[in-house]
């Protein structure tokens, strides 16, 4: 499986940003995708997941200003960012959880909200 993101930049506070997961591969494994990201000096933490069934998860910081939703036909991920705050700021990681064939990461994309 492999991930790729886009969408990720420079935006003031209060913005929107819309970040975009390609995935491909085997993706008929996958489980759960979703996104985590990590400020610096921070450990990475779990943002916004969503299962094959459409099940989502949201970390309480980002609940009712981010949105996760997929695209099957285009086999893709999206994370609707809105009313972005300084504390946003982080590398924002894809991540697929796959049925026997554990975790995959995208590369990372740069998030910046300045105050």
């Known amino acids: 499986v492999e991930l790729v993101e886009s969408g990720g930049g420079l935006v003031q506070a209060g913005g929107s940003l819309r970040l975009s997961c390609v995935a491909s591969?085997?993706?008929?494994?996958?489980?759960?995708i979703g996104w985590y990201r990590q400020a610096p000096g921070k450990q990475r933490e779990l943002v916004a997941t969503?299962?094959?069934?459409?099940?989502?998860n949201y970390a309480g910081s980002v609940k009712c200003r981010f949105t996760i939703s997929r695209d099957n036909a285009k086999d893709t991920v999206y994370l609707q960012m809105n009313s972005l705050k300084p504390e946003d700021t982080a590398v924002y990681y894809c991540?697929?959880?796959?049925?026997?064939?554990?975790?995959?990461w995208g590369q990372g994309t740069q998030v910046t909200v300045s105050s």
């Open positions: 991540t697929a959880d796959t049925s026997g064939r554990g975790r995959y």
């Open positions: 591969g085997r993706i008929f494994r996958i489980t759960t």
């Open positions: 969503i299962t094959s069934g459409d099940d989502t």
